[in-house]
């Protein structure tokens, strides 16, 4: 979380001239924010109709466009200014689940817990459930021609154990004072090591490579794998392309790109129930499978971002930017993943927007498209709006004239916990500033500042090209455990009283940061080779 507070204007009053300049805000403002973000908060609500309604909100879907629609008319009666949808690239293949039923049949008959995997093809068939339980190439060899037309078990059997530790945390004082000790990034010394397999990992894959394909070749009904996760819950994403394990990540073919090619229909099974037909497979049983997947698979379309703005005062042709993704996968309904950064940013415009503040910068909310595909509905709009770095890591970036009146970008995205403080990506310029702003927050739980980057989400297309972005400190409760691309990705794993604190620290800081006398001070940036327009 940001550094939020102003300083009291009485304070401000008995500065003495010769004292270098402190962060000049309202502290009376941040009051009436505090006053409108706890007592007439809308936040749940605008996570209600994200989720309940208009969730989940896959990419490139029609049901993705609906919600984005839905997002700008909401915008739109706040009284924010010029909501639009704004297009980008890659293009993708639309994808809807329209119907789904798996059941077991056998000696007892059982619905199975699953959930198709994003971009499976349709399936209504009725077949034999196989285990391909091959450790090496050649073991492979003993299925050949037994696989078409049946349900092909492909993984491992995962040990479930019982949950002794709370599965919901928060940052403890040790963890937040790790974070504030933490160096700065820019002093490790060489580059990351790119991971890279064992030769045991090396074989496994391989084995599961060659067997997907063996599936797909002889038109295997489904290929069900095990989830994540346990209980019944579901960690579910995309279906995905056969690759040999040796093929770069930058080279595979995603299954929702308009050039993919068809796959075998892919299916998440819970641990639990994956492990018993592995079990009574290897009892003798010969259980089958009755699968009814229901699929709308439709025409290539651009990614659409949710744009609007309140407009600024005498530095209007400068921004400042809030945002989250909108996007979602398809199990849950995209409520902490991530509805919660999205409704928090949108409660954080309302605000301001209800208080009539007058920015002098405008603010503009960003709500991305596409972020769980790779960050791209932010780094489209990056790319057109301020600039790109150039192929290669030495790459030089170039930017557009946009870039010179961008100020900061204020990322939420980690699920519903509460803001603790901001990581500042090695910018130790901003910490004056954060520390000032987040002395108001402070009985609020967030007064954490540290210089390390933090990765995974769309501040990074900010960052990638030397423009000040920045994600907050949360508390991780349940989101890796329980809710982070699963089935229970729901309203109810939210958390009321953080989303108004989030909501509050973020119309916060964007203010703050809109009544600046100077824009946000930046990590060293490359020279541009060029800016379009200038001499």
């Known amino acids: 979380m940001k550094n939020l507070l102003p300083v009291v204007l009485l304070a401000l009053l008995l500065v003495p001239v010769t004292v270098p300049a402190q962060e000049t805000t309202d502290s009376a403002v941040v009051a009436m924010i505090m006053d409108e973000g706890m007592n007439r908060s809308q936040v749940m609500d605008i996570i209600s109709e994200m989720t309940d309604v208009h969730g989940p909100r896959l990419t490139w879907s029609p049901e993705y466009r609906e919600a984005a629609k839905w997002a700008l008319a909401r915008l739109g009666k706040m009284g924010l200014t010029n909501p639009h949808l704004e297009g980008g690239t890659p293009l993708g293949r639309e994808w809807s689940l329209r119907k789904y039923s798996a059941n077991v049949l056998g000696r007892r008959n059982f619905p199975l817990i699953s959930f198709p995997k994003a971009w499976s093809p349709a399936v209504k068939k009725t077949g034999e459930i196989i285990y391909l339980d091959a450790g090496t190439d050649s073991a492979l060899d003993t299925y050949r021609g037994k696989l078409g037309g049946n349900f092909i078990l492909i993984g491992s059997p995962r040990e479930v154990k019982a949950h002794f530790e709370p599965e919901a945390v928060r940052e403890s004082e040790k963890d937040l004072l790790e974070l504030a000790n933490a160096d700065d990034p820019a002093n490790r010394s060489g580059r990351r090591r790119r991971f890279q397999m064992t030769e045991e990992q090396k074989q496994r894959a391989l084995v599961a490579y060659h067997a997907m394909e063996l599936a797909q070749k002889e038109g295997a009904a489904a290929i069900l794998t095990p989830s994540r996760g346990d209980g019944g819950n579901i960690f579910v994403q995309q279906a995905s392309v056969p690759s040999h394990p040796d093929t770069p990540w930058s080279s595979r073919v995603g299954v929702y790109e308009p050039d993919a090619p068809t796959v075998t229909p892919q299916i998440a099974v819970a641990a639990e129930h994956f492990n018993r037909l592995v079990r009574m497979i290897g009892k003798g049983e010969k259980p089958r499978l009755d699968m009814d997947l229901q699929v709308k698979i439709g025409g290539i379309d651009s990614l659409y971002n949710v744009i609007a703005e309140i407009p600024?005062?005498?530095?209007?042709?400068?921004?400042?930017?809030?945002?989250?993704?909108?996007?979602?996968w398809h199990g849950?309904?995209?409520?902490?993943d991530d509805g919660?950064?999205?409704?928090?940013?949108?409660?954080?415009?309302?605000?301001?927007?209800?208080?009539?503040?007058?920015?002098?910068?405008?603010?503009?909310?960003?709500?991305?498209?596409?972020?769980?595909?790779?960050?791209?509905?932010?780094?489209?709009?990056?790319?057109?709006?301020?600039?790109?770095?150039?192929e290669g890591d030495d790459g030089e970036v170039k930017y557009l004239p946009e870039a010179a009146k961008f100020s900061v970008y204020f990322n939420h995205d980690n699920g519903s916990g509460k803001l603790r403080g901001v990581y500042m990506q090695g910018n130790e310029a901003v910490r004056p500033i954060f520390r000032e702003w987040l002395n108001d927050f402070d009985s609020l739980g967030a007064n954490t500042l540290t210089l390390a980057n933090t990765g995974g989400t769309d501040h990074l297309s900010f960052d990638a090209i030397g423009l000040p972005g920045f994600q907050f400190i949360q508390d991780g409760l349940e989101y890796f455990s329980r809710t982070h691309h699963s089935t229970m990705d729901v309203y109810e794993r939210v958390q009321e009283e953080d989303m108004k604190q989030a909501a509050i620290i973020m119309a916060t800081f964007a203010y703050r940061a809109a009544m600046r006398d100077q824009p946000f001070p930046r990590k060293e940036m490359p020279k541009p080779r060029s800016l379009p327009g200038s001499n």
């Not at 921004?319 to 989250?324: N, T």
């Open 312 to 328: 600024g005062t005498d530095l209007a042709d400068e921004v400042v930017m809030m945002g989250g993704h909108f996007d979602s």
């Open 332 to 336: 849950g309904t995209g409520a902490t």
């Open 340 to 390: 919660t950064g999205s409704a928090a940013c949108m409660e954080a415009m309302r605000i301001l927007k209800a208080l009539d503040l007058k920015p002098r910068r405008t603010i503009r909310i960003a709500l991305w498209d596409g972020e769980e595909q790779g960050l791209n509905g932010s780094r489209a709009y990056v790319k057109a709006h301020f600039g790109a770095k150039e």
